[in-house]
């Protein structure tokens, strides 16, 4: 009786899986015949109550048939991704494409941002000046008095004059003049209100 319900299942199995078009379907299939409570897994599980050479044969039968109905889901299941993969395609040239975004600005970069906009909402003037700076604009207009420690090396950055990437031919520092890194924030007001 098992043997000839094995051969139900087999044939069954076949005519629903020949005429499955798409993944849903075919996942029903696979629970209605491989599932837990499918009539395979039932004869598995009434094994116990038949003889031992009923046993062996209807176990072996059953096993093989459930292999059998494993490999040609799978098989399908790849048949019906080559399918849809053909009718569909994963790529859609006429779609804009992304723009990759380059990077971020650091945090330091942004608060000195938002603390540009504070003081413009409150009609401040953001003025931004050279790093390098000249000698008259840093200390002598000023009134930086040429022995002030302010001037001495270990307080002050001065630049070697032949050093050429340090020269802009647009500026207006003088050839006579030592230059150095801006020591204070004071240079860039002289070079605004003149």
Same mark, same amino acid.
């Given at each position: 009786?098992?043997?000839?319900?094995?051969?139900?299942?087999?044939?069954?199995?076949?005519?629903? #899986?020949?005429?499955?078009?798409?993944?849903?379907?075919?996942?029903?299939?696979?629970?209605?015949?491989?599932?837990?409570?499918?009539?395979?897994?039932?004869?598995?599980?009434?094994?116990?109550?038949?003889? #031992?050479?009923?046993? %062996?044969? +209807?176990?072996?039968?059953?096993?093989? =048939?459930?292999?059998?109905?494993? /490999?040609?889901?799978?098989?399908?299941?790849?048949?019906?991704? &080559?399918? &849809?993969?053909?009718?569909?395609?994963?790529?859609?040239? +006429?779609?804009?494409?992304?723009?990759?975004?380059?990077?971020?600005?650091?945090?330091? +970069?942004?608060?000195?941002?938002?603390?540009?906009?504070?003081?413009?909402?409150?009609? *401040?003037?953001? #003025?931004?000046?050279?790093?390098?700076?000249?000698?008259?604009?840093? *200390?002598?207009?000023?009134?930086?008095?040429?022995?002030?420690?302010?001037?001495?090396?270990? /307080?002050?950055?001065? =630049?070697?004059?032949?050093?050429?990437?340090? %020269?802009?031919?647009?500026?207006?520092?003088?050839?006579?003049?030592?230059?150095?890194? %801006? +020591?204070?924030?004071?240079?860039?007001?002289?070079? &605004?209100?003149?």
């Amino acid at each position: 009786m098992s043997l000839d319900n094995l051969q139900k299942i087999r044939e069954n199995f076949i005519k629903e #899986i020949e005429e499955v078009k798409d993944l849903s379907l075919l996942e029903k299939i696979r629970v209605k015949y491989l599932g837990r409570k499918s009539e395979l897994i039932d004869i598995l599980s009434s094994l116990k109550n038949l003889s #031992i050479e009923e046993r %062996r044969e +209807t176990g072996v039968k059953a096993n093989e =048939l459930r292999k059998e109905l494993a /490999d040609l889901i799978r098989e399908k299941t790849e048949d019906l991704h &080559y399918k &849809y993969s053909l009718i569909q395609p994963s790529l859609d040239i +006429t779609k804009p494409g992304k723009k990759a975004e380059a990077g971020h600005l650091h945090l330091l +970069t942004k608060v000195e941002e938002e603390i540009k906009q504070i003081f413009l909402s409150m009609n *401040f003037s953001v #003025i931004e000046g050279p790093e390098v700076e000249d000698e008259y604009h840093n *200390f002598d207009a000023l009134n930086i008095p040429i022995n002030h420690p302010a001037r001495e090396m270990w /307080d002050t950055f001065w =630049l070697l004059r032949n050093q050429k990437e340090i %020269r802009n031919p647009k500026s207006e520092i003088r050839k006579s003049e030592k230059l150095l890194l %801006r +020591t204070h924030t004071s240079p860039v007001q002289i070079r &605004y209100i003149e």
